[in-house]
DNA sequence: TAGCTCCTGTAACATAAGTTACAATCGGGT
DNA sequence: ACCCGATTGTAACTTATGTTACAGGAGCTA
């Protein structure tokens, strides 16, 4: 477990943070106006509340309850899944635009499968688990609520592809170029240990890859960071 | 691809069976009232058509379109997924009450990112996808699509799981006893060969492990079949 | 500068899984 | 009875990945 950096929950910053309605409204009209009509846009920001989370902030962990959902504006969440032994795996990142599906359900309150962590600042907007259904009788809401499910699926998807198709070699390269493409920069800092519990792997075995990739010249090792040669299609 | 047994596809039976809508109504309404309201029951039969598939049949496979929804009334489907070489790997069974919910779009037809393979007798009620929308409005209906949605999340984040944090042995072992499960028998007809393209590996493998097992007194080898001697809790 | 921790490189070995090759056996059909 | 294909068992080898151990460097702080 890598949360030695991570700084806060979220279930206390809710009760910290609370900024007025006025920049949640602005903030969604801005940022959604082409998804959500007017009313809808309006029943969000009545309810919803704007937070900002630095880097490396775990916003929700295994096991863990949670009466919102969250919408995100900008920045980018890590989705981690980890087994009964505490043994971690990278599963997906979330960006804007994303929300946080696993947690879809008729109940008031759930339970989450899997721990998130920001990657970057990240905005978002966290709306309390029961307007999600009743907002369903509205078509922009339903389409964004089946998009979300259809993309996390996919994401799901593409999960189980990497790991029953994939070497280790290939899967770390493809995280790499994925974590590249997230921080905006081809200059991927963090160290091998890190790699190793994404990826549920040992970091003597991360090493010896990526100095196979360095010599195939797919990236350039430093001490803390990777530069990342190769670019994502 | 292990299609030499599979017998038709679904496309093509959709159009040469199509019986009578008492039909289907009766078997609605003993297999779903307590799940679905009257009204929607009766929409429901007002569109749905009941098919019944022999063991082994392929239903839908990789890039495939369909426009219907199958709703499963008796048997049990397999779920496999597809890599680029045509290698194969097994995702989840469905059974009574599941839908195949990857299909959630709004769009009028969707393409199978999955392929899915009757494992016996299976009857089910296919939907114009069309519908799935409409009834959103009916509170049962909603919660079948999020249940559904939930339940499918829940066997891929196994999946993931099973492939990121288990060894091959017990993924079979795993495996025989959902079949075994399945199958309501704790016989599993079915070869070597069978096993190793549902777990992608090669049949030379799982003979070596279904030894293995063996030894450890988990199972007994048969001809064509494996009997599986510990229960699933 | 000394001491400390974190990060990286590397070797040597262990284990899991994939590959190739071949033999033996079963069962169905002619 | 015989043939033949499908199924299973097994050996020998290769490759991928995991494990343990240790060394050296980078950077920080006293």
Redesign the pocket.
């Given at each position: 477990m890598s949360d030695k950096n991570v700084k806060y929950s979220l279930t206390f910053i809710i009760l910290i943070i609370g900024i007025m309605d006025s920049k949640v409204r602005d903030i969604l009209f801005t940022n959604y106006k082409h998804q959500f009509n007017h009313d809808l846009l309006e029943q969000i920001a009545e309810v919803g509340t704007y937070h900002s989370f630095p880097e490396n902030t775990m916003l929700i962990d295994f096991g863990q309850r949670t009466e919102h959902m969250p919408l995100l504006i900008s920045g980018a969440i890590k989705i981690l899944r980890e087994d009964d032994n505490g043994k971690e795996l990278f599963l997906y990142f979330l960006e804007k635009g994303d929300t946080c599906t696993m947690t879809f359900t008729t109940a008031p309150q759930i339970i989450s499968e899997i721990r998130a962590i920001t990657e970057v600042r990240t905005e978002l907007i966290m709306m309390p688990l029961e307007h999600i259904q009743k907002w369903m009788s509205n078509p922009d809401w339903q389409q964004f609520v089946f998009n979300s499910f259809t993309s996390r699926m996919q994401e799901m998807l593409e999960a189980i592809d990497t790991l029953a198709f994939m070497?280790?070699?290939q899967r770390l390269h493809k995280y790499l170029l994925e974590k590249a493409s997230i921080m905006k920069s081809e200059v991927v800092v963090c160290?091998?240990?890190e790699l190793a519990l994404d990826l549920?792997?040992?970091?003597?075995?991360i090493?010896?890859?990526?100095?196979q990739l360095e010599n195939k010249g797919l990236l350039v090792?430093r001490?803390?960071?990777i530069e990342v040669l190769t670019q994502l299609v």
């Open positions: 070497n280790l070699d160290s091998h240990e549920n792997t040992s970091r003597v075995v090493s010896r890859i990526l100095k090792l001490r803390g960071a």
